[in-house]
């Protein structure tokens, strides 16, 4: 506020210098010149009168010569002054508009009132840096989880699209770099209602000062960072002052892909529960072991050569640039856009193609030129712009690799599913049958529809009924906090996937399995059925209906049934009789 009344004063600074001068000296005038009273005698103004009279005649109201009529000196006096006024005040007014139109003063404004809707919030936040599609997926999914977001982006059309998109809650949107410090201090940075931060702007240098300004700023230094990176020396230059989390799309797609090869029905497990638009289950008898054909040797060539160290499968890159020194993989040198390059590849021996080059025009010449050569591969491109979606899904390929849309779904299975990186590192340690079996279990449950995931803490901040009556001596299980909270004889179209108690992992829990004060759920399902569940850890009265016990009421019935009992006791202790 003081940065506003500072800029008016500042641009008003002349205008306002000018009305005063021309306000005194024209109520200085009325008070020399001498008039003449309603009698005839001489009368001279006094400053009242002539401050009231210059007041309603620089408006251009006109109420009249007061307290008497005006002599013929007074009057000329009068038209040199309404001239006077009427100029200042045009002059003044134009200044005052075009003080409203200034752009620097407009993000002005709006700075402050973003401030003011920050230091409103009263409820848990994000802070995202970057409102790119990076940014708009992640924003909308926590939304839809009810948690509360405020954006920070450098570009004024993507602060303008965070206001005109159907969200169902208001987010607070501010147009600033994000890489400075007292802009994520006006964001919320210390406000003790940030959750932590999303550093995904498209620049690895602002991720980077992002992250540091949280360690520096944030709250007691405990605020975690969640930091997008695409460069190995960005990645490396993060991990060393301690983000919690770095998410390179690259690294994550490779490791991603190569599961997909040594570990098909783990990979679709992993895929349902972080992708809202998981794979088929026959993409689990592709034939993916045997010779892959890269084409670009690039930061995801690379991360895929690495990724694919010790998986039954051999390597051939394509890249325009000649073999790098130290290579030992098969190379051919070449765009691989043409038959010929494809060819020397042995593209017609290979069981997948992954086109990785920067260009998505070429990456879908590869795809295509490369079925035509064999149409019994497996192809995996990397499209590089969003607006090619279309484009992507039409060449049919088998996977298509969008670093925005994996970054998103990284961070959103980190922040809404705390448990699930846990169940994963679990996974890793089964067999592939008894994965397939969790797979057609998931299948069962909800089809091709999307599948959610969530956990939850038998506590007083998740699970508030539960744990009172866990407390309480009553016997919960799972399958009872799985009932339909409008319908108890119905089940909700979840299933456990994991319970942990005393860093202990119990996967796929029985239903019967009893809950136990401090344990950890993770659960998948319908995502209506997340917010239905929830009811039922957090009411009382809900819980009473799905156990099958009677209904407790509100606090106002509890507390008629609490003052009813005493008064029962009471009066049989007066009459002798025992009010059992």
Known sequence: MNHIF?????????PLITLIVVYAVSILGLVLIPGVDDQGRPWQMSFFHAFYFVSFMGSTIGFGEVPYAFTDAQRMWTLVCIYATVVAWLYGIGKVLGLFQDQAFIRLLRRFSFVRRVERMHEPFYLVCGYGITGRLVVSQLIRRGIAVVVVDIERDRIDELESDPLPLSVPGLCADASDPEVLRDAGLQSRHCLGVLALTNHDSANLAIAIATKLLGRENTLPV??????????????SFGTDRIIDPFVTYANYLGMAIHSPYKHLIYDWLTNPEHRSRKSAYQKTQGRWVICGYGRLGRALEKSFEGKPVSLTMVDDNPKPAGLELDFVQGLGTEAVTLKEARIEGAVGLVAGTGNDANNLSIIMTALELNPKLMTVARQNSNSNASVFHAAQTDLVMEPARIIANHILALIKTPLLPEFVEQLTAQEERWCRKLLNQMNALVGQNELDSWDFDIDTEDAPAVLEDLLQGQSIS?????????????????????????NEYLLLPEPQTPLMPGDRVLFCGDSRAYRQMGWTLANGNVLDHVLGKPLQGGWIARQIRQWRAERNQAAGSDSGVDPS
Not at 6 to 14: I, W
Not at 486 to 501: A, D, H, I, Q
């Open 478 to 502: 799972l399958r009872d906090i799985s009932r339909d909270p409008r319908e108890r004889g119905r089940l909700l179209t979840v299933m456990p996937l994991m319970l942990k108690r005393d």
């Open 226 to 239: 969640i930091c997008r990176s695409e460069a190995e020396t960005t990645t490396n230059n993060l991990a």
């Open 6 to 14: 500072f800029t008016v004063f500042r641009r008003l600074r002349k």
